[in-house]
């Protein structure tokens, strides 16, 4: 299976006002991707606050994905300032994100603020039938191509972030934003999941039009 990558633009955000800038920025964008990660902790009974942020916009071009943009507010350095509870708490823009409640959950161990209206990927997934709602399955079975984890369980409170992490991290939340909009379409235009029977490969689905 083709590993797939956020083909477009990143921007790590480490202070205060580089984060004002960008949240001005994505308040201003139709529909965004969320997605967050945290430092693993490998000592029982210890635990890392949530240390990234990725927030995602498709291009403003139908079809060109090189356009896209992910920020990466790292919240080990900026914490969790006024700005991005601003955008947390918005309830306009079409904001995506899957599992998301363990993200805000762990967002508001940072500082607590009343989330806005979010989509959660897996809610539609659900109501479609799909049984795989992690990230990388609902992606696989949908576009037939492969989102890596390999970068999951490194050091996000790294001084600097690797090249592969900030690829790991945008993808993620880019990735949202592409199931949604594939979903919304199948949806619309009268497709569902069908399940190959057992005897088949696990994990195998294949569209069928209603």
């Known amino acids: 299976m083709p590993r797939v990558l956020f083909p477009g633009r ?3 955000i480490v202070s ?3 984060a004002e800038r ?3 920025f994505l308040l201003k964008q139709p529909i965004l991707g969320f997605d967050t990660e945290t430092r693993p902790s490998f000592t029982q009974g210890k635990q890392y606050k949530v240390a990234l942020l990725q927030v995602c916009c498709p291009s403003p071009s139908e079809g060109k994905e090189s356009g896209s943009i992910c920020f990466l507010f790292r919240l080990n350095r ?3 300032p006024q700005c991005l509870i601003k955008l947390l ?3 306009r823009i079409t904001k995506i994100g899957l599992s998301w409640h363990d993200d805000l959950r762990a967002l508001k161990g940072r500082k607590q603020f009343r989330a806005g209206t979010f989509v959660e990927l897996q809610d539609i997934a659900g109501q479609m039938g799909i049984v795989d709602i992690s990230l990388q399955k609902l992606y696989a079975n949908i576009f037939g191509q492969k989102i890596s984890k390999s970068q999951q369980l490194s050091n996000w409170e790294a001084d600097n972030l690797s090249e592969a992490q900030m690829q790991y991290a945008a993808t993620d939340a880019w990735a ?3 199931l949604y909009k594939e979903m919304m379409q199948m949806i619309e235009k009268g497709f569902q999941l069908e399940v190959r029977p057992p005897s088949d490969s696990p994990g195998e689905v294949e569209n069928s039009k209603i």
């Open 78 to 80: 900026i914490g969790l």
């Open 176 to 178: 949202c934003i592409k």
């Open 22 to 24: 960008a949240v001005k």
């Open 16 to 18: 205060e006002s580089e």
């Open 10 to 12: 990143i921007k790590v």
């Open 89 to 91: 708490e918005d309830t």
